[in-house]
T-cell receptor, first 114, second 116 residues
Framework: AQSVTQPDIHITVSEGASLELRCNYS??????LFWYVQSPGQGLQLLLK????DTLVQGIKGFEAEFKRSQSSFNLRKPSVHWSDAAEYFC????????????WGLGTSLAVNP | EPEVTQTPSHQVTQMGQEVILRCVPI?????FYWYRQILGQKVEFLVS????????KSEIFDDQFSVERPDGSNFTLKIRSTKLEDSAMYFC??????????????FGPGTRLLVL
């Protein structure tokens, strides 16, 4: 069965520190991979996506993610976190042949200390 | 920048009552979706809709749920007889295309439904 695992439920980092949020997926076919962010009271905003090609993808707000097929991972990174990055981060996978249904991880809540 | 909107932002209802959640997708998008997130659980796909019909639905989307595009702008989710376990955040999304293209789904802010 398709699944997405985000091992870290909650992470706290200091402002200016680097960040890595983990995402592992279980999928039998070529996945389409997404990271979304949800700030309080806001909808789910797309940070970045991977469909094919370069396995290192750049997104908005200075985020990037690297697709590693051998590890079934799609970890999200940011070199220097800002206080405004505090939010809930969701990893999701879509079927290469049918992107209509996204499978989601549980999310990682990020807190940023000043 | 165009965005998906949802109303109401919060709704409280009594068990057994009907609720209608409303969404206005981005205007040139052709595929529409509903997802829900029960507190503390994963976001779950409910249904996708294209060309005025359901294109895919999950096991959750049973007979008590229905979707409709009543006019050229709104997309609604109806729950006929709400249960306590329907309490969740409901997200609407839309995409220009769907299926095999990896098209991005754009999400609304959600409607938090509480069934008492």
């Amino acid at each position: 069965a398709q699944s997405v695992t985000q091992p870290d439920i909650h992470i706290t980092v200091s402002e200016g520190a680097s960040l890595e949020l983990r995402c592992n997926y279980s999928y039998g076919a070529t996945p389409y991979l997404f990271w979304y962010v949800q700030s309080p009271g806001q909808g789910l905003q797309l940070l970045l996506k991977y469909f094919s090609g370069d396995t290192l993808v750049q997104g908005i707000k200075g985020f990037e993610a690297e697709f590693k097929r051998s590890q079934s991972s799609f970890n999200l990174r940011k070199p220097s976190v800002h206080w405004s990055d505090a939010a809930e981060y969701f990893c999701a996978v879509g079927h290469a042949g049918n992107n209509r249904k996204l499978i989601w991880g549980l999310g990682t809540s990020l807190a940023v200390n000043p | 920048e165009p965005e998906v909107t949802q109303t109401p932002s919060h709704q409280v209802t009594q068990m057994g009552q009907e609720v209608i959640l409303r969404c206005v997708p981005i205007s040139n998008h052709l595929y529409f979706y509903w997802y829900r997130q029960i507190l503390g659980q994963k976001v779950e796909f409910l249904v996708s809709f294209y060309n005025n019909e359901i294109s895919e639905k999950s096991e959750i989307f049973d007979d008590q749920f229905s979707v409709e595009r009543p006019d050229g702008s709104n997309f609604t989710l109806k729950i006929r007889s709400t249960k306590l376990e329907d309490s969740a955040m409901y997200f609407c999304a839309s995409s220009i295309l769907g299926g095999g293209q990896g098209e991005t789904q754009y999400f609304g802010p959600g409607t938090r439904l509480l069934v008492l």
